[in-house]
Antibody, heavy 120, light 106 residues
Framework: EVQLVESGGGLVQPGRSLRLSCAASGFTFDDYAMHWVRQAPGKGLEWVSGISWNSGSIGYADSVKGRFTISRDNAKNSLYLQMNSLRAEDTALYYC?????????????WGQGTLVTVSS | DIQMTQSPSSLSASVGDRVTITCQASQDISNYLNWYQQKPGKAPKLLIYDASNLETGVPSRFSGSGSGTDFTFTISSLQPEDIATYYCQQYDNLFTFGPGTKVDIK
């Protein structure tokens, strides 16, 4: 059974940093692209960042480019999102999602999310 | 950047009704269009990929069609468990979600 478990969320002050993690199991992690998608309270879904199986393809939404860094450790079946210079508008539930095929493909499994709140 | 619009933003229908949601892309995205269902307090779930392909395990009352810039998502007979928000997503150029359509029971 595919499982994606996010962690690392919490309350952080504006301008500070936070690192999210996603632990994957139930599939061959290093065969698939992975993504982060966020959802602000009461709002819709926003793709944040994605990374191919070998980290050869990486993309970011304009809203986080230059502040967030995605990475993965295939030996640990883990995905990460380093978030720097956090802003109030980054407050959201952050989901980890698995690509169905390669980097450019639908997201077929999602975790339950980890909540990031940016506030002083 | 590719922008996605959906209509309506919300709808209320009776059990057994046919429900249709439309999604429009700001430019041609071929069939690189997916549909997700998100129930309250839950993570999104992939229902339809590549515009018209039903994900494994998804009931056949869900369907999708379209290509280019105009797409349609249909629930042929609305069930109480279909109460959710539905999102379209393009993946022709990075990834963009539509604003969502909230479906509830009349």
């Amino acid at each position: 059974e595919v499982q994606l478990v996010e962690s690392g969320g919490g309350l952080v002050q504006p301008g500070r940093s936070l690192r999210l993690s996603c632990a994957a199991s139930g599939f061959t992690f290093d065969d698939y692209a992975m993504h982060w998608v966020r959802q602000a309270p009461g709002k819709g879904l926003e793709w944040v960042s994605g990374i191919s199986w070998n980290s050869g393809s990486i993309g970011y939404a304009d809203s986080v480019k230059g502040r967030f860094t995605i990475s993965r450790d295939n030996a640990k079946n883990s995905l990460y999102l380093q978030m720097n210079s956090l802003r109030a508008e980054d407050t959201a539930l952050y989901y980890c999602a698995k690509g169905r095929r390669g980097y450019v493909s639908p997201f077929d499994y999602w975790g339950q999310g980890t909540l990031v709140t940016v506030s002083s | 950047d590719i922008q996605m619009t959906q209509s309506p933003s919300s709808l209320s229908a009776s059990v057994g009704d046919r429900v249709t949601i439309t999604c429009q892309a700001s430019q041609d995205i071929s069939n690189y269009l997916n549909w997700y269902q998100q129930k309250p307090g839950k993570a999104p779930k992939l229902l339809i990929y590549d515009a018209s392909n039903l994900e494994t395990g998804v009931p056949s009352r869900f369907s999708g069609s379209g290509s280019g810039t105009d797409f349609t998502f249909t629930i042929s007979s609305l069930q109480p468990e279909d109460i959710a928000t539905y999102y379209c997503q393009q993946y022709d150029n990075l990834f963009t979600f539509g604003p969502g359509t909230k479906v509830d029971i009349k």
